[in-house]
């Protein structure tokens, strides 16, 4: 029993930092482990027990009122080792042990492969304390070692690092070589106009990203193949090489021509193309050639041609064999079904291997597949958005025409973001900027808004037409007319018992009532 501050400094601010009263902390302090849960032994003690002092495990009396942390014996291992609380917290502090994270896993972007990560002792003295007070939003590395070449050629200008204490990646993170890129130097110059014209020049493309992606799909391509296999020796030296092309792309800014990665590592036609039988076969055999499976999520375009091949593949199936392509598994069953299966795999326009990634992917899809069939299986029905306000045709076709002006200048927009390469935020300053003067001309041409929003939704939910164009013009009155169809309530979960939920939820049951709401401005 800790009738103490010292551990539960650490607890406390972390509670604080998410403002939120945890269920329970996993606890590493000197010697110690184990899981403490929030308790109220104050109000146990009191009216409970009746009793506000107890012994603690080395028979000292202790005051309930004066601890705020209860560990038990099993916890702290060399308890005997100890006659008090206090002398434990002594010792502790004598040999330069604190009750916070020691230990931590160092990472950086971009970060190749398993040789970027560290595992760095967090150095808290005393001194280190007093010189470096002032600086509580850094991160101050160690220069006398190797990690600033670890953490993928990190220099010394105020890089950004991500650190944390996740118990899983501590125990996986092991020690790994240190990857030396050899680069070259570009000649120094006095920067004039036309030469950072060309350092822009260099730096356009999305060569960084081409060449993270090939890298991650060699990760893909090797989870098929055993370690210590010559296969998997081979993609973990292309993986590691990775790191140096990442690097040479960036140098394009410049003025650094390097040599690309090579072609046959991830086009299929290039390891083709190579002469050598022996090699070329064992090239076609390890080409990173496609996206891994769980890059559908990432890239949208990749999602459509996946879901595209996926239904023109469980038709032929279906046809041929009467059973879609999830159903083909095995093989023994005729040269034709083994023929079907093969190009199946061969033209899926991404790798379903069985990368990390790509199990976490399937895992999850698993677990949330018939909600998302429940979510999406019922049809909206715009019907609830209309007031039934009286419209005229000249009212519709002239909304209906803003409605082409707004789609083209987004496209054009989408183009030249791409084009120019614009950040999240410039894209959104734009639509800052564009949004309001497209309302204005909505509310120019037709000022009831309840006119005006029962002709966005006819022209946007009876479509297969995006309906962005209904928020961006109308959110406000869409939500107030919702609110105005319900008697100005909204629906409220509260907890309660299983036996009498209405709805389940991570083992919980909630009762839905209903509680009046009302928006600024908006009549109740």
């Not at 650094?256 to 036609?269: G, L, Q, T």
């Not at 890239?299 to 996926?310: C, S």
């Not at 079907?340 to 061969?346: A, E, G, L």
């Amino acid at each position: 029993m800790l009738g103490t501050r010292g551990p539960v400094q650490l607890l406390s601010l972390l509670a604080t930092a998410v403002r939120y009263v945890s269920g329970g902390f996993n606890t590493r302090f000197p010697f110690e482990k184990g899981m403490v849960f929030a308790f109220d032994f104050h109000r146990f003690a009191g009216e409970i027990a009746g009793a506000g002092t107890v012994k603690d495990i080395w028979g000292n009396d202790v005051d309930i009122a004066g601890v705020e942390l209860i560990l038990t014996a099993s916890m702290l291992k060399l308890w005997s080792s100890y006659n008090s609380c206090e002398h434990y917290l002594r010792c502790c502090a004598e040999n330069h042990y604190d009750f916070g994270v020691t230990k931590a896993v160092v990472m950086r972007a971009p970060m190749t492969c398993h040789n970027n990560i560290r595992v760095a002792s967090i150095a808290d003295r005393p001194e280190v304390r007093d010189w470096y007070a002032h600086m509580p939003t850094c991160t101050v590395i160690n220069s006398w070692d190797s990690m600033a070449h670890a953490l993928n050629g990190m220099d010394k200008d105020g890089d950004m690092v991500f650190i944390t204490d996740n118990p899983v990646l501590l125990r996986r993170t092991g020690p790994t070589r240190t990857i030396l890129c050899a680069q070259r130097v570009a000649e120094k110059t006095l920067p004039t106009e036309d030469s950072l014209v060309r350092s822009n020049i260099h730096g356009f493309g999305d060569d960084i990203g081409k060449i993270t992606n090939r890298i991650t799909a060699m990760f893909d391509v090797r989870s098929q193949f055993e370690p210590g296999s010559a296969e998997y020796g081979e993609l973990s030296y292309r993986i590691m090489c990775g790191q140096h092309f990442q690097q040479c792309a960036i140098d394009k800014t410049k003025g650094i021509e390097a040599r690309a990665m090579p072609k046959h590592w991830y086009d299929r036609r290039a390891a083709e193309a190579i002469e050598d039988e022996g090699w070329r076969a064992f090239c076609l055999n390890i080409v990173a050639g496609k996206k891994p499976y769980f890059m559908r999520y990432i890239y949208p375009v990749l999602m459509r041609e996946y879901n595209a091949y996926q239904k023109s593949t469980n038709g032929k199936s279906v046809m041929e064999f009467r059973r879609r392509v999830s159903e083909l598994a095995g093989g023994g069953e005729g040269d034709e079904l083994d023929a079907f299966r093969h190009y199946t795999d061969v033209l899926t326009p991404v790798s379903n291997l069985d990368c990390v990634t790509n199990r976490i992917c399937r895992r999850v899809e698993g677990m949330f597949s018939d909600k998302i069939a429940l979510v999406s299986g019922g049809a909206f029905d715009p019907g609830i958005l209309r007031s039934g306000a009286p419209c005229g045709k000249t009212h519709f076709r002239a909304v209906k025409a803003i409605h082409e002006d707004f789609k083209r200048y987004w496209q054009a927009e989408a183009i030249l973001a791409k084009q120019t390469r614009r950040t999240g935020d410039e894209v959104y300053s734009r639509k800052v900027v564009a949004n309001p003067y497209f309302r204005s001309l909505c509310y120019g041409v037709c000022s009831s808004e309840d006119t005006l929003l029962d002709i966005l939704v006819d022209l946007c939910y009876t479509t297969s037409t995006s309906k962005q164009f209904v928020w961006d013009m109308a959110s406000d009155a869409i939500i107030a007319r919702l609110l105005r169809n319900s008697g100005g309530t909204i629906a409220v979960f509260t907890e309660c018992g299983t036996g009498e939920a209405e709805v389940t939820w991570c083992g919980k049951g909630y009762k839905i009532g209903r509680e009046p709401c009302r928006i600024d401005g908006v009549p109740p």
